[in-house]
């Protein structure tokens, strides 16, 4: 319904949204999983290859909350005992193009 809309416009996809047909085949989301889930002290993020990247830990407003570098490594442990309870978003970006978004869950 949204393109029968915009149809009759001079809506462009490609101008409004640059380099969204530009991904290469790098862009490529890594298989990781955050355990546990929900979480009140640490929780373990595990990769399938060694990862080189950099961790973002957000709140739902987006604000960043913690942000670690991760060098060479299957997994990385990430330190939750000063979160306050709540729902964050977990974002781990590599130099490659690579990345992987989670949910965690902090409960004390």
Not at 78 to 93: A, F
Request: charged letters at 25%; hydrophobic letters at 40%.
């Amino acid at each position: 319904m949204a393109r029968a809309a915009i149809e009759k416009s001079d809506y462009d996809d490609l101008a409004m949204c640059p380099g969204f047909g530009e991904r290469s085949s790098k862009s490529q989301i890594w298989a990781g999983k955050l355990a546990p889930n929900p979480s009140g002290d640490f929780c373990s993020i595990a990769f399938e290859i060694p990862t080189s990247a950099t961790l973002l830990v957000s709140d739902l407003q987006g604000r960043v909350i913690k942000t670690m570098d991760v060098k060479e490594a299957y997994s990385y442990v990430l330190d939750v005992r000063d979160l306050v309870n709540g729902l964050y978003t977990v974002s781990i970006k590599g130099s490659e193009g690579r990345r992987f978004v989670g949910k965690l869950v902090v409960l004390h």
